[in-house]
């Protein structure tokens, strides 16, 4: 559109016998009148678009855009071994402490038999979509033994993700 209209423009002074610099000075000038009726028309067709796009953007780039931190690839395994229990839908400790950058063995202990399901999760956030690692749910009584993957140093949440407002713990990761 805006290109016909600029072919139409060098044209109209071309047949007036203008020089080449009217022409162009009136090329440039009805690009420049093109432009400055081009923008308020642009903006005000703006809020229609816009109306239908925000919703769908802040919907699914939010979460992804927060920083998160993932398991180190390839760490060595360290000797660690702890217990954690699950009953009655609570943990029975508070707080983990494992060595950073190395992997460690986690022995859950899930005592509560049906209806309750539980997993063992690492957050990094307070919702529990920000998880690091989250193993498979279990029905006890049952024990499962997991590898669980080394972390950067620091202070961290783990969390059953069933019932992430009564199952949590802080793990430290130092
Ligand atoms: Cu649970």
């Not at 993932?70 to 390839?74: D, H, L, N, W």
């Given at each position: 559109m805006s290109a016909g209209d600029r072919v139409e423009?060098?044209?109209e002074p071309g047949r007036i016998g203008g020089g080449a610099r009217t022409a162009?000075?009136?090329?440039?000038l009805l690009v420049a009148?093109?432009?400055c009726a081009a923008q308020p028309s642009a903006t005000a067709s703006a809020p229609e678009s816009r109306s239908v796009t925000?919703?769908?953007?802040?919907?699914?780039?939010t979460p992804v855009a927060r920083p998160h931190v993932?398991?180190?690839?390839?760490a060595p395994?360290?000797?660690v071994v702890?217990?954690?229990?699950?009953?009655?839908v609570r943990w029975d400790v508070d707080t983990l402490t494992v060595p950073a950058g190395m992997t460690w063995t986690l022995e859950l202990d899930n005592r509560d038999g049906p209806p309750e399901i539980h997993n063992f999760g690492i957050v990094d956030g307070p919702s529990v979509a920000d998880r690091i690692f989250v193993s498979p749910?279990?029905?006890g009584p049952i024990m499962a033994t997991y590898e669980i993957p080394g972390l950067p140093a620091g202070t961290y949440e783990f969390v059953c993700t069933v019932h992430p407002e009564v199952m949590r713990g802080t793990l430290i990761v130092q």
């Open positions: 423009a060098r044209r162009m000075l009136m090329t440039a009148i093109a432009g925000p919703p769908t953007e802040p919907a699914s780039p993932t398991a180190i690839p390839g395994a360290s000797a702890l217990q954690l229990a699950a009953e009655r749910n279990t029905q």
